[in-house]
T-cell receptor, first 115, second 112 residues
Framework: ETGVTQSPTHLIKTRGQQVTLRCSSQ?????VSWYQQALGQGPQFIFQ???????GRGNFPPRFSGLQFPNYSSELNVNALELDDSALYLC??????????????FGPGTRLTVL | KQEVTQIPAALSVPEGENLVLNCSFT??????LQWFRQDPGKGLTSLLL?????REQTSGRLNASLDKSSGRSTLYIAASQPGDSATYLCAAPETSGSRLTFGEGTQLTVNP
């Protein structure tokens, strides 16, 4: 069974650029959630995808967008990058969007630095 | 809106000590609570998931308890080791789905 994978590991961009981060969910999981973790803080929920549809969104502006593909992998896109977007971006997968027994499994994260 | 608080923010103990990490949450209508470990610059490793119907969950030297009525969970680490040094995060889901709200974590250092 393959765990959650994310790419790239690290990324450096400049203000105003656009970035795409990728996540492959764990085998058998159809739900992917994205989180942003600033240094020294707990992760903050960005949004969740379930069966290729957005299924909940946190307090992030529209320049944060996502996709989920038929194989349940997912992308996080951020447009017009700002310095405050520098963070560790974490992807989590789970068997379903709200099942009470669902444990969420996280990937290793992508470290984004915006200069 | 769920809010999660963790105390203490940092903890330094000598090797071999038993210790307790605390987590409190505001919305007690949760159906589970999850504890994670995070090494510096790394992703989250799930340690324990406690269902709302359970009061405790154990894995090796780790024991997590959940008291929904008081909005509290504790993570007990027995016979701590230097390899336990990491940040420990608790997370509670929103009642409307599986979106997790995290505390800011407890940074644990176990000194040899």
């Amino acid at each position: 069974e393959t765990g959650v994978t994310q790419s790239p590991t690290h990324l450096i961009k400049t203000r105003g650029q656009q970035v795409t981060l990728r996540c492959s969910s764990q085998s058998g999981h159809n739900t992917v959630s994205w989180y942003q973790q600033a240094l020294g803080q707990g992760p903050q929920f960005i949004f969740q995808y379930y069966r290729e549809e957005e299924n909940g969104r946190g307090n992030f502006p529209p320049r944060f967008s996502g996709l989920q593909f038929p194989n349940y992998s997912s992308e996080l896109n951020v447009n017009a990058l700002e310095l405050d977007d520098s963070a560790l971006y974490l992807c989590a997968s789970s068997p379903g969007p709200g099942n009470s027994s669902d444990e969420q499994f996280f990937g290793p994260g992508t470290r984004l630095t915006v200069l | 809106k769920q809010e999660v608080t963790q105390i203490p923010a940092a903890l330094s103990v000598p090797e071999g000590e038993n210790l307790v990490l605390n987590c409190s949450f505001t919305d007690s209508a949760i159906y589970n609570l999850q504890w994670f470990r995070q090494d510096p610059g790394k992703g989250l490793t799930s340690l324990l998931l406690i269902q709302s119907s359970q009061r405790e969950q154990t894995s090796g030297r780790l024991n997590a308890s959940l008291d929904k009525s008081s909005g509290r969970s504790t993570l007990y680490i027995a016979a701590s080791q230097p390899g336990d040094s990491a940040t420990y995060l608790c997370a509670a889901p929103e009642t409307s789905g599986s979106r997790l709200t995290f505390g800011e974590g407890t940074q644990l250092t176990v000194n040899p």
